[in-house]
C-alpha cells in the first residue's frame, strides 16, 4: 500500500502512525510512503493573499486519484469542504486533543496565558479563526503572520520574534514537541472543524482499501467529523472564513459548538446544539443555520467582501 503524504515532520509523523497501525493489523502488507510538495508548501505568501482551497491537500489527493497512491493522510482541518471528485473518507482514526494551545505568556491555561500578554504583545498565527478569536479577547494585540512548521513556529516565540503563538495540541503531542503551552477552553475558543483528527483518503470504488482500513477507524471520531464538516460546508468556510466548530460525542449523542467571527474580532458568534450521533451531518448544518440566522449572513458577506477572498 503507497500512502500519500506532505513532506514536513508532522505531515511525515502522522503518515508514519498510520503506517504503522496497517503493518500491526495486517501483518505482511508492504506500506511505503510517498511525499508531495503541494502548493501550501510552495507558496510563502499569507493564506489570506493566496487564490484557491486546498492549498494543502489537492496535490496530495491527486497522487490518489491518479493511482500513484492507495491512500492520503491528511491534517483532517486541511482538508477542503468538498472533497476532489472522486474521492472519498475512507477511514477517520481515533481524534487526539482537537484543543489550541498557546506557547508564550504565563500561567498553566491558555486564558492565562492570553491575559497575561502586556498590551501590543505580537501573537503569531496564519489562521483566520486564531486571529479572530484572540481579537475578541485582547483587541490591543498584534497579529503577526507565523508560518511555517511546528519547529519553526516554536522557535520564532524561543527567539523573542513574536512574544506567543497560537498552534494546534495535537501537532504538538504527535511530534512530542517540548513547549511550555497552556490550553484553551474550546468552550468559547472553539477549535478548526476537524482539529486532532486524521482522515484517510482513496479513491471512490477502492472497496479492497476500504476493508484493510476498516480496522483503524473510530465510528466516534467519524460521526464528529461529519458534524463539523456539514457545518463548514453551509458556511462555505475555507481558509479565509474565521469559522470554528466542535462535535463531541458521548454514547450516541452529539454536541456540537460552533462559532464565526469577524477578522477584526469586533463581534463573534457561538452557538451550541446536541441531538443524535446518527444525525451527525444534518446537526452540523442546523448550528450553521442557526448562526447564520442570528447575524452570519453579515459576517461572511463582509469576509467574502475583503480583497483575495471569495
Known sequence: MVIATRGSRLALRQAELVAAQL?????????????????????????????????????????????????????????????????????VPRREDPRDVIVGGGGSSGEERLGSLPSGARVGTS???????????RPDLEIVELRGNVDTRLATVARGEIDAAVLA?????????????????????????????????????????VALLAALSDPRSEAELVCERAFAERLEGGCSVPLGCLATA????????????????????????????????????????????AGGKDILDDVHAEPGTS
Open 23 to 91: 503493518a500491526e493489523q495486517h501483518p505482511g502488507l508492504d506500506v511505503e510512503l510517498q511525499v508531495v510538495t503541494t502548493s501550501g508548501d510552495r507558496d510563502r505568501r499569507p493564506f489570506a493573499d493566496i487564490a484557491g482551497t486546498g492549498l494543502f491537500v489537492a496535490e496530495v489527493e491527486r497522487a490518489v486519484l491518479d493511482g500513484r497512491a492507495d491512500i492520503a493522510v491528511h491534517s483532517a482541518k486541511d482538508l477542503t469542504a468538498e472533497l476532489a471528485e472522486g474521492a472519498v473518507i475512507a477511514c
Open 250 to 293: 458521548s454514547g450516541s449523542t452529539l454536541v456540537v459548538t460552533g462559532f464565526l467571527g469577524a477578522p477584526d474580532g469586533s463581534h463573534g458568534l457561538r452557538d451550541r446544539i446536541s441531538g443524535p450521533a446518527s444525525d451527525a451531518s444534518a446537526l452540523g448544518v442546523e448550528l450553521a443555520e442557526a448562526i447564520l440566522d
Open 169 to 209: 495540541a495535537a501537532g504538538l503531542e504527535r511530534l512530542e514537541a517540548q513547549a511550555d503551552s497552556g490550553p484553551l477552553d474550546e468552550s468559547w475558543w472553539v477549535p478548526a472543524p476537524g482539529q486532532g483528527a486524521l482522515a484517510i483518503e482513496t479513491a471512490a470504488g477502492r472497496s479492497e482499501v
Open 127 to 137: 489562521s483566520m479563526r486564531r486571529q479572530a478569536l484572540a481579537l475578541e479577547a
